[in-house]
């Protein structure tokens, strides 16, 4: 009797010896996958507050890339566009974008220019779709905005690299043409049959005076002017750039012919010393872009004769 009640208890001890090694493993299994699922969990939740984000520029399109960010819409352009966006919905002109298009994507945030604001506001309101404004013309406010959108869309480190990369050009420049002669400019934005005079609140003026110029047209709060040749005559600038918005063949011709039909450009200092430049549109766009540092060393080239 006794030797039965002890191997009764001895098999109860071993079965209960079992059930506390099982806990156990069970627990360390626990253990082991709880790291796991707060990774996931956080994952999960960065995705979750990831932006749905459209862009309508060239440029903003180019600092999305930079700044690691994915994107639902991109423009419609002839210029390449950062290959991770290969494969993203394209959404019409920078000028012109596909509200309808833009609107099925379902966006919180579409990034749009503020040189077309006054083009295009009414547009995605009516369309209630919210729009950020980005002011880049100049370089620095445009580092103003790259800061912005590396806080909103939490890409503040990459935001801050991309940054100093511009700022130190910028600052080596300024060094490059300390103490030379400052000559002074007139800067043309043509487009076919028309054109006019480009203040330093512009983008390309911003250029010239990083680089040291001194734009002709001062203290005029507006970006773009009405051309006066007898004025801009007797101003008698030193150099000419002569930029285009869009159809750049077709404006250097247009360009071609002004200065020759038209008898006063003759009397320019630029004219008469063949110090007058047309810009490649491609560097030199209406808006800054990341293509800055290299149009501020040909800003430098045209300014300074070797």
């Known amino acids: 009797m006794l030797r039965s009640l002890f191997y009764e208890r001895g098999d109860f001890i071993v079965k209960f010896k079992k059930i506390i090694v099982l806990s156990a493993a069970l627990l360390l299994l626990a253990g082991c996958g709880s790291p796991k699922s707060a990774a996931d969990e956080t994952s999960t939740k960065k995705m979750e507050r ?7 520029t060239v440029a903003t399109t180019e600092i999305m890339a930079k700044l690691n960010v994915d994107l ?18 394209k959404t019409g002109s920078p000028m012109s974008p596909d509200l309808e298009i833009i609107r099925s994507l379902k966006p919180d945030v579409v990034l749009a220019t503020k040189t077309l604001e006054a083009d295009l ?4 309101e009516q369309a209630q779709l919210k729009a950020e404004f980005l002011d880049f013309r100049s370089i620095s406010s445009m580092e103003d905005e790259i800061t912005k959108l590396g806080k909103t869309l939490e890409r503040e480190k990459e935001a801050k ?13 300024k060094a490059e043409v300390a103490g030379k002669k400052q000559p002074t400019v007139l800067i043309l934005m043509g487009i076919p049959g028309s054109y006019l005079v480009v203040t330093e609140h512009a983008y390309i003026g911003d250029l010239v ?3 040291g110029g001194k734009n002709i047209i001062q203290d005029q709060p507006q970006e773009y002017l009405a051309s006066n040749t007898e004025f801009l005559q007797k101003s008698n600038p030193d150099i000419i750039l002569r930029a285009s918005h869009g159809m750049p063949k077709e404006v250097v011709e247009m360009f071609d012919k002004e200065f020759k039909d ?8 630029a004219v008469k010393n063949g110090r007058v430049y047309d810009l490649d549109e491609n560097l ?3 808006t800054a872009s990341l293509n800055a540092p290299d149009a501020l060393d040909k800003t430098v080239e045209y300014l300074y004769e070797k």
Do not use: C
């Open 284 to 286: 030199f766009g209406m």
């Open 209 to 211: 005076k990083i680089a």
């Open 161 to 173: 690299v991309l940054n100093e990369t511009l700022s130190q050009h910028v600052s080596n420049i």
């Open 121 to 124: 506001k009414d547009g995605f």
């Open 50 to 56: 990831e932006k749905r984000v459209v862009t309508t």
């Open 262 to 269: 038209n008898d006063i450009w003759k009397h320019f200092n």
């Open 72 to 89: 639902v819409g991109i423009p419609t352009s002839s210029k390449k566009l950062p290959e991770r966006y290969a494969k993203v919905q």
